[in-house]
């Protein structure tokens, strides 16, 4: 079945990196856009950033433009966030998203499939 | 950036109640529209594209309408399970918005 499943989350000094994954599953994840969404604990959610099924194309939140880096390796079939500089205001549940139009490259689509989560914690 | 404004943030409602849920773009996003419906502890789940598109396998009671600026949810008979938080989104560009959700009480 179509699947994603995040991991890498955890608690993290403000300043300090993180790395997040999001293996895919039951779909030829290299032919689709996929995106990064948070929520933070009670709060709604926010899109943080999107990349093309190819990894040309990468876009994202002001709030972490400059701070976190989007990538994707299609031959593992898997989606990173790369999370630096972190502060307190980035604890959230990270949610990794497949955006339901395969192969766009500037304008993307609803967010048909997402994963579980991975929470991450800013904290001293 | 596009915000995205709900309306009400709380409704309270019954089963086999008739609810709709507002959500008004600050800027024209013709039908780039989405509506999620979140659970407790569960990831967003897909219910309606291009502001009136069902998703497959979502229960016909809910729909969607609205274009350019005023969207609604609508769902006709509400059931137990639809007790939980929608959110709208405008993919019309990036950054792709959320509106603040509205969460869906049992009365």
């Known amino acids: 079945q179509v699947q994603l499943v995040e991991s890498g989350g955890g608690v993290v000094q403000p300043g300090r990196s993180l790395r997040l994954s999001c293996a895919a599953s039951g779909f030829t994840f290299s032919s689709y856009p996929m995106h990064w969404v948070r929520q933070a604990p009670g709060k709604g959610l926010e899109w943080v950033a999107v990349?093309?099924?190819?990894?040309?194309?990468?876009y994202y939140a002001d709030s972490v433009k400059v701070r976190f880096t989007i990538s994707r390796d299609n031959s593992k079939n898997t989606l990173y966030l790369q999370m630096n500089s972190l502060t307190p205001g980035d604890t959230a549940v990270y949610y990794c998203?497949?955006?339901?139009?395969?192969?766009?490259?500037?304008?993307?689509?609803?967010?048909?499939?997402w994963g579980q989560g991975t929470m991450v914690t800013v904290s001293a | 950036d596009i915000q995205m404004t709900q309306s009400p943030s709380t409704l309270s409602a019954s089963v086999g109640d008739r609810v709709t849920i507002t959500c008004r773009a600050s800027q024209t996003i013709s039908t780039w529209l989405a509506w999620y419906q979140q659970k407790p502890g569960k990831a967003p789940k897909l219910l309606i594209y291009k502001a009136s598109t069902l998703e497959n396998e979502v229960p016909s009671r809910f729909s969607g309408s609205g274009s350019g600026t005023e969207f609604t949810l609508t769902i006709s008979s509400l059931q137990p399970d639809d007790f939980a938080t929608y959110y709208c989104?405008?993919?019309?560009?990036?950054?792709?918005?959320f509106g603040q959700g509205t969460k869906l009480e049992i009365k």
């Open positions: 990349i093309t099924y190819d990894g040309t194309n990468k």
């Open positions: 989104q405008q993919y019309d560009g990036a950054p792709y918005t």
């Open positions: 998203a497949r955006d339901m139009v395969p192969a766009a490259m500037t304008v993307f689509d609803a967010f048909d499939v």
